[in-house]
């Protein structure tokens, strides 16, 4: 079966594309029309179907829109609120209902040929869970999705065998510890179902001051599910500007970010208690919010967690491929990488760079002259292979630095216009990684923090966050060969077996994904080179 996964509804659109039971090709809209999130999270853009992102899907694997057995649509407009329902919804909900309905014909229109009757709606929660579960290397785990919301629900919990996921728990409306951690997002400054990231990082300056505060109105409900009543940000803190913060704006994202962890893990005892897995897969925004990943691995019941690297609305596009094939009779198989966007081979590089104008040269040792680079001190643009599918660069396209001098996470936010008390995650070698980082290992989708040994502290200080923990990669050189020759070579130069490793854009940008993106940013911003496929254009 050829199965398209389309999510467009909120935010993050998105198209996957599995073939037989296998996920051969996934990217976001971002990465084609250079929007971040792709289009805003309101009503009335849910009608902006990831129609370039699709039909690349398709054109890689050299497929037509005639080919396709389905297209599964990451939201199920029949589970909606209703406008006279019980749950509460805003003037302009029915729109975005509307539009979801008629998103056959939006999707016939964006792709000519398209039968709206092969469309299919999976519900928004479910989309998620099987981009977890389905996705995962497990066999059999428990799986549990929290988001902002889906149509009705913020919240799924179930367990997962061979390809059926049982729906064991939904937390129904308005109650969601997205929506909580967003509106407290919005109360600091920052842009709502975007940069909910940055509160994670404020945490780390803060005390927990208003924890009890939290636990009164965030909690876990002994059946599975949760409440979260009305916080009156404006009492504790004033509204900021995502600028002038002060003590206090710390203190209450520390004690967000405090419960959220808190409630997470009753949530996960209560389903391990039910299921009896000894495993978890996780997806949906709040299985971005690495710390609490953390802490669910170190202090849940589960043996072993299992991330969805595209955990956002963009892996629902993933999940509702994987849900509509195996309802269509395939096996579907494990998720093998996140590697799974836009490539191009080294002559069409070349064909880029020529067209451009660019000087380069080709190496003979192009990691072993990065390297050189890297270690004098200077930020290098890294665009080799594939693209990630998700927030995370995975050593795809990523800048890369040293990480040995504490002074380079400030250089890197103000390459990147970023908040300054934002950190840097790195990258090192999987089989080095336990000398110096103790958690979650490996860690191939940066989705976990991990504490930084003591003794490695200052040899890499310039990744390491306020509260001693980095969000690590670990990288395998047999999977990523030109980057695991980059760490060897600078481990041989430095004896540090590890790189800064951050997204490849800069601020309000998407991740650069062609390379007419990498050569902009390089024009743009002062990187001392750009290392392209085999080619290295110096600045």
């Known amino acids: 079966m050829k199965v398209l996964g389309i999510n467009a509804v909120f935010h993050d659109p998105a198209a996957a594309l599995v073939v037989d039971g296998e996920v051969v090709a996934a990217s976001e809209e971002e990465r084609f029309n250079r929007r971040k999130h792709g289009h805003e999270n309101v009503p009335f853009a849910a009608w902006e179907v990831p129609e370039r992102a699709a039909r690349w899907c398709l054109a890689s694997a050299g ?29 302009w909900e029915p729109l975005r209902t509307l539009y979801a309905q008629r998103a056959p014909l939006f999707l016939r229109t964006a792709l000519p040929g398209l039968e709206p009757g092969r469309v299919r709606f999976v519900e928004h929660h479910l989309a998620h869970a099987a981009s977890a579960a389905l996705a995962s290397p497990f066999d059999s785990c428990a799986v ?14 179930g367990v997962a065998r061979g390809d059926g996921i049982e729906v064991l728990h939904r937390q129904p409306l308005p109650h969601s510890l997205g929506l909580f951690y967003e509106e407290l997002t919005g109360h600091l400054g920052f842009r709502r179902s975007s940069d909910e990231y940055k509160v994670m990082a404020m945490g780390a300056f803060g005390e927990p001051r208003f924890l009890d505060l939290m636990r009164r109105r965030v909690y876990a409900d002994g059946s599975g599910g949760f409440a979260t009543e009305p916080v009156d940000w404006g009492s504790l803190a004033p509204p900021a500007d995502g600028e002038r913060l002060d003590g206090v704006h710390f203190d209450l994202a520390a004690s967000a970010q405090r419960r959220l962890e808190e409630v997470v893990l009753e949530l996960a005892r209560w389903l391990h208690a039910r299921t009896g897995e000894r495993r978890i897969a996780l997806a949906g925004g709040v299985a971005l919010n690495c710390v609490a990943n953390a802490r669910l691995a170190g202090e849940g019941p589960f043996d072993e967690v299992w991330v969805q690297p595209a955990s956002g609305d963009s892996g629902t596009a993933l999940g509702a491929a994987m849900h509509v094939a195996a309802a269509l009779g395939d096996a579907v198989r494990p998720m093998r990488t996140a590697a799974l966007g836009r490539g191009w081979s080294d002559e069409e590089l070349r064909e880029w760079l020529d067209r451009a104008g660019a000087e380069y040269e080709e190496p003979g040792d192009l990691e072993g002259t990065v390297a050189e680079i890297l270690a004098g001190g200077t930020v290098v643009g890294w665009f080799q292979g594939r693209s990630e599918y998700g927030p995370r660069a995975l050593c795809r396209r990523s800048l890369l630095a040293d990480p040995r001098a504490a002074e380079m996470q400030e250089t890197l936010n103000a390459i990147k216009g970023r908040e300054s008390f934002r950190p840097v995650a790195p990258v090192v070698l999987e089989d080095r990684a336990a000398e110096i980082f103790e958690g979650v290992i490996p860690s191939p989708y940066m989705l976990f923090t991990h504490r930084v040994k003591p003794q490695w502290r200052d040899r890499v200080a310039g990744v390491v966050h306020r509260d001693g923990t980095a969000r690590i990669q670990t990288l395998r050189p047999e999977e990523e060969p030109r980057a695991g020759r980059l760490l060897q070579r600078f481990a041989d130069l430095t004896g540090v077996p590890v790189l800064v490793n951050t997204s490849f854009n800069t601020a309000g940008r998407p991740i650069v994904d062609d390379p007419r993106d990498a050569l902009e940013v390089l024009g743009s911003a002062p990187l001392a080179a750009l290392a392209i496929g085999p080619f290295l254009v110096r600045r």
């Open 144 to 157: 549990m999705t929290l988001d902002g919301r889906g149509e009705r629900t913020s919240y799924l919990a």
């Open 63 to 91: 497929l037509g829109v005639g080919d396709l057995d389905a297209v599964a649509y990451s939201y199920d407009p029949a589970l909606a609120p209703q406008v006279n329902g019980s749950v509460a919804v805003d003037d």
